[in-house]
């Protein structure tokens, strides 16, 4: 019998992110690329800063399905070092994305915002961060996204 999947909650991302710079239509969506302007990191233990490097690199598709790409980095309160790539995707019901995109708030529930955090940095202290899984679960606020960061078991 095979274990079974089980998650924990480890941290919660903050990030604050500036207007959307728009590439323009590719023939299968929008690409757009969001800086991302800083932030906090914050859990059991740890706390950080997100550093004001980065962006994350999205195509929006003509129903509103977004695939996101975010390369970005944060400084644990030690000096530690975490550089992160968060693979993901966000839909809902094109009403819905239309008023997030109009920089209205939406009920996070209401919308499916999931990512696969990837960790990377040199600090010993933190090298669990790039032996385990994560799934991220999001929600997008007119200035920043918020990231709950679990861990697969």
């Known amino acids: 019998m095979w274990p079974v999947l089980e998650t924990k909650y480890v941290f919660s991302l903050a990030i604050r992110v500036g ?3 728009v590439a323009g239509d590719l023939g299968h969506g929008i690409r757009r690329i969001i800086p991302i302007l800083g932030g906090e990191v914050r859990g059991q233990g740890i706390k950080g ?16 399905f977004t695939e996101l790409e975010a390369k970005y ?11 992160i790539e968060n693979i993901g995707i966000r839909f809902g019901p094109k009403d819905l994305l239309d008023r997030i995109a109009q920089g209205e708030i939406v ?3 209401l919308i499916y915002f999931r990512s696969v955090p990837k960790f990377e940095t ?5 090298r669990w961060l790039m032996e385990h899984l994560f799934i991220g679960v999001g929600a997008r606020h007119p200035d920043r996204v918020e990231i709950d960061v679990h861990q697969v078991l």
Not at 122 to 126: E, F, H, I, N, S
Request: glycine share 10%.
């Open 122 to 126: 040199g600090a010993q202290k933190y």
């Open 19 to 21: 207007a959307p710079i």
């Open 49 to 64: 800063t997100i550093l004001p490097v980065g962006a994350d690199f999205q195509i929006v598709r003509p129903n509103g």
């Open 107 to 109: 009920d996070p529930a």
């Open 73 to 83: 980095a944060f400084e644990m309160d030690d000096g530690a070092i975490v550089y």
